[in-house]
């Protein structure tokens, strides 16, 4: 059964930086690509970052770019989203999702339940 | 970027109504197309992909079609577990950009 489990959110200053994890489990993660995803609550889906399986190709939104950077340990079937210079607007929750088939043209098939940030200003 | 446009933005229907919502792309996006439910609390789960394919496990109630820019989620025979919000995503682009989802409610 595929897994997936964020941690890593919580209560923190505008300004500051926090690290989210997303646990990976009952698949092969080393081959896939995988994203973070978030919904501030109450409100739409926003795509915020996405990594291959290999850790080639990153992409950002807009919006994060220059501040949230993405990474994976394919080691310990892992994948992180560092969030620096925190925002009052990044205030979500933070879903990890895995791509159903790596690559490009792939759709989210597997979501974690989320974990939520909040940023106090 | 490409934009992603669903309509409505809130659907009031009745159990056993087909119901179809709407997502516009900003440019054509092929079938690169999925639809996704959301319900309170949860992590979205997907229905369709590649517009208009079920994905396993969903009741066949369900269906999606499209192409190019505009594409649509059918619910034939709208049961009490599918009041939730739905949204559809492209992935033609690498940033899968989601539309910002319709919520059906209880008539």
């Known amino acids: 059964e595929v897994q997936l489990v964020e941690s890593g959110g919580g209560l923190i200053q505008s300004g500051r930086s926090l690290r989210l994890a997303c646990a990976a489990s009952g698949f092969k993660f080393d081959d896939s690509g995988m994203h973070w995803v978030r919904q501030v609550p109450g409100k739409g889906l926003e795509w915020v970052s996405g990594i291959s399986w290999n850790s080639v190709s990153m992409a950002y939104a807009n919006s994060v770019k220059g501040r949230f950077t993405i990474s994976r340990d394919n080691a310990k079937n892992s994948l992180y989203l560092q969030m620096n210079r925190l925002r009052a607007e990044d205030t979500a929750f933070y879903y990890c999702?895995?791509?159903?088939?790596?690559?490009?043209?792939?759709?989210?098939?597997?979501w974690g339940q989320g974990t939520l940030v909040t940023v106090s200003s | 970027d490409i934009q992603m446009t669903q309509s409505p933005s809130t659907l009031s229907a009745s159990v056993g109504d087909r119901v179809t919502v709407t997502c516009r792309a900003s440019?054509?996006?092929?079938?690169?197309l999925a639809w996704y439910q959301q319900k309170p609390g949860k992590a979205p789960k997907v229905l369709i992909y590649k517009a208009s394919n079920l994905e396993s496990g969903v009741p066949s109630r369900f269906s999606g079609t499209g192409s190019g820019t505009e594409f649509t989620l059918t619910i034939n025979s709208l049961q009490p577990e599918d009041f939730a919000t739905y949204y559809c995503q492209e992935y033609y682009s690498y940033s899968r950009t989601f539309g910002q989802g319709t919520k059906v409610e209880i008539k």
């Open positions: 440019q054509s996006i092929y079938s690169w």
């Open positions: 999702a895995k791509e159903s088939v790596s690559g490009r043209n792939s759709h989210f098939d597997h």
